[in-house]
């Protein structure tokens, strides 16, 4: 079982990892989806109610303010715009999931830029109150580019040696003369 590209194009089980954490975010991005375009006509709903009680969304410790003011005065919000963009989000990650499944170059950009843009606001969290929760993110988060870095870099040396083989053998053939 190995962790890193030893061919182009071929799965690893570390790719094959983050695949299926991708299509686990994009699976939940679908049902948040379908819970906001049920909430989308509610002004006043129970569920809303008893999610932010149950998950003490009304403190601001624990949610950030747009959630909070999202469940609580859901007339405010459209609600359908946020759902539209949900499944964007969740398509997206359905889509990195595939490229990476297969190890497919584009699916490990689209991971490695995903990943990369996560940090700014992970640091930008941890600045105003470190948790381990949010120390644990930023740490894997950095692991995860560190790790797709890595991954390319070395598909594309295997790629770029790949080429100058096939372009030596090619060479050799025509001098001589196909045989």
Known sequence: MTLMVTEPNKPTFGLRLIAVFEAAKG??????????????GHHQNALIHWSVQRFHLDD????????????TNP?????????LLTVAYAA???????GLWLARRWGE?????SAALYVPFEIYAIAFGAT?????????????VVYLSIVLVNTRR?????????AAERALEIRTGGN
Request: hydrophobic letters at 60%; aromatic letters at 12%; proline letters at 1%.
């Open 158 to 166: 295997r790629r770029a040696h790949a080429a100058r083989t096939a």
């Open 109 to 113: 950009w689209i991971a490695l830029v």
């Open 92 to 98: 997206l990650r359905f889509t990195e999931a595939y």
């Open 132 to 144: 381990l929760l949010k120390v644990t993110l930023l740490v894997l988060n950095l692991a995860l």
């Open 75 to 83: 007339e405010r919000f459209r609600l359908g715009i946020w759902t």
């Open 27 to 40: 699976v939940l991005a679908v049902v948040l989806a379908f819970a906001l375009y049920g909430l989308s």
């Open 60 to 71: 601001s410790t624990h949610a950030p303010h747009l959630i909070f003011e999202m469940l």
